[in-house]
C-alpha cells in the first residue's frame, strides 16, 4: 500500500512538473498596462513584449531612491538603517520550516489593491506555492510576517527580517505576476542571478555602458549557488540592458551573446529547485499531498 502511494505520488508530481512548466499568463489587466509601457535608454526603447520581470521593475523604481528611511540596492532590495548589509547569512534569514514539512509564511495584504490587483498578486504566490513547500497563508498572530503594500516601487527585505517588514508592490506599475513572484523569492532569502559568486563564468558585464553611479549594482556576493547551473532564464536575472547608459548591453551571456536574459512569466525551473534544495523540501512528500488537498 506504502509502496503504490509512492508511485502515485511520484507520477502525479511528474505531471504537475510538466503542466508547471507550460508559460504562466499575467492577467488581462496585467498585459494592458504592459502594452502601454517602453522603457527608454538614450532614445533606444525595448518593446513591452521584450521586458523581463527586472526590466519592468527598474522602470518602476526609476525614480525610487529611498522611501521613508529604506534605501534599495541592486535595484529593489530594501536595506534599512537597522539592517544595511545585503547580505543573508546562513538559515538566519530563512523562514521556519514546520513540522509537518511546510514553510508558512504569513502575509497581510492591503486593502489598496483592487480585485485584479490581488489575484496577479496571488498568482506570483501560486507559481512558488503549487510546486514548491512555501506555503502563503493570510496571518492571524505571527509575529513575523511579509506587509505587501502599494507604497512606491516594487521592493522587497531579503530573507526573513523579523517582524514586520514591508513588500511594495505599487499599482499598476509592478501588477505582474512575474513581478511579484520576483519580490516574494527576495522575500524567501534569494539575490538577483548575476549577483551570483560564479557569475563571470556565464556572463560578461559590460561596466563601461553603467550609467555612473550604479556600477554598484552589479557587484557579485558571496552566495550559497546549491549546486545549481548558472540560469539565463532565471525570473531573478537582469536584463541585457539593466542600467544602461547609452542604450547599449550591459550584460552579455557568454554561452552565447543572443541568448535572451531573464523572463517574466513566473520562476524558472531553477528557481523552483533552489527554493526546494533551500527550504529541504520533501518533493514526493509535498507533490501526494498538494495533489489530494490542491488549497
Known sequence: MLFSEICVGITLGMVILETWSLPVQNSSAVDESRLRLKRTYSGKKIHPDEMNAMDQILLANKRVKSVMGVSLKDGDIARSHLRSAISCPGSNCRWPKSVDGFVYLPYIISSQYNDMDRITIETGMLDIASVTCIKFVPRTHEANYVDIQPKLGCWSFLGMTGGAQTLSLQSPNCMWSGVASHEFMHALGFVHEQSRSDRDYHVTILWENIIQGQ????????????????????????????????????????????????????????????INILYDCDVIFFYTISSMNPY
Open 215 to 274: 556600477r554598484h549594482n552589479f557587484q557579485k556576493h558571496k552566495t550559497n549557488n546549491l549546486n545549481t547551473a548558472y540560469d539565463y532564464s532565471s525570473i531573478m536575472h537582469y536584463g541585457k540592458y539593466a542600467f544602461s547608459e547609452d542604450g547599449e548591453p550591459t550584460i552579455i551571456p557568454k554561452q552565447d551573446p543572443n541568448i535572451h536574459i531573464g523572463q517574466r512569466d513566473g520562476p524558472s525551473a531553477t528557481d523552483i529547485h533552489k
